[in-house]
């Protein structure tokens, strides 16, 4: 979610509106998508790593809210507001498969969250083969994602692991977490997509503590495409310090330097100022996040 002065909001990657009436600008937010894909790898790190060498689990939603972009015009959320109807089952009641020669997975068949339905997959597979967990030292869980999100007016989101999904490894001091390549699509109900991101790591991001009481991501590169404006941002996190009420980093910051489109060259910089929340400074241009899949606990 982005707002700016308080004026506007959007779920996810911060795309704005373009469906609501007057005032409101289109197109796609560089400072939410850098937002929203810093959120997404602190949340996707926290929730293996704080299981402390039990079986690791994605979160209980791997979407956790349904872009208002598929949600549809303002006057159809005021009248199912006022008038809900019955959807699918929710998609928090949909559990993992038990481990069968080191894999688990998460199939979702349809199942609502809010208004849209997901449909699709999650799969952990571990190096453990026999117990599925990451009790010692070098153990690993690779997870990979293939989901559908549509809205209920049409459109959709697609979450998927076209370079290798995110791999976390146990180490002596904490974890390290590798991402090989994710990316998520939005597509309008009118059939444009209206954003198409990419992530990856060039350096695994280094993570110690053993709990949401000491962990700390200290060190790795992120980088984050946007694949339709052809640019990209390396960050590298500086003292990215959890706290026990939160899934995520509530303080420390990343820089980094864009590279490619209108701001060619500039700066980059991500502040957490609390739990879900974040700064987003390109090249003195700062915007406020809600880092969606970052809350309170």
Known sequence: MLTRSGSKTGIFTAVALASLAGGCRKGLDDQGQIGASVGDVMASADESANSNG????????????????????????ALDAAFPSAYAASCADVTFSA??????????????????????????????????????????????????????????????????????????????????????????????????????????????????????????????????????????????????????AVSGSLTGTVSGGKADGKSATVTITSCGHADVDIDGDTESVVLDRCAAI
């Open 54 to 77: 039990a079986t690791a689990v994605l979160p209980a939603l791997p979407i956790l809210r349904t872009p208002d972009e598929l949600k549809g015009p303002m006057w159809r959320r």
């Open 99 to 248: 481990c069968a020669a080191g894999v688990r997975t998460r199939t979702f068949n349809g199942c609502s969250i809010g208004t849209a339905t997901l449909d699709g997959s999650a799969t952990l597979t571990f190096s453990d083969t026999v117990a599925c967990t990451l009790g010692a030292t070098g153990d690993s869980v690779n997870r990979m994602a293939s989901l559908t999100l549509t809205g209920l007016y049409g459109g959709t989101l697609a979450v998927s692991s076209p370079g290798g999904g995110q791999t976390l490894t146990k180490t002596d001091a904490g974890w390290t977490f590798a991402v090989p390549g994710m990316e998520r699509v939005l597509t309008g109900p009118a059939g444009h997509t209206l954003f198409d991101v990419s992530t990856m790591t060039t350096a695994p991001i280094v993570m110690t503590g053993t709990t949401r009481a000491d962990f700390e991501i200290v060190s790795g590169a992120l980088v984050v495409t946007h694949n339709l404006a052809s640019y990209s941002v390396t960050l590298e996190p500086h003292n990215l310090a959890w706290a026990t009420t939160c899934n995520c």
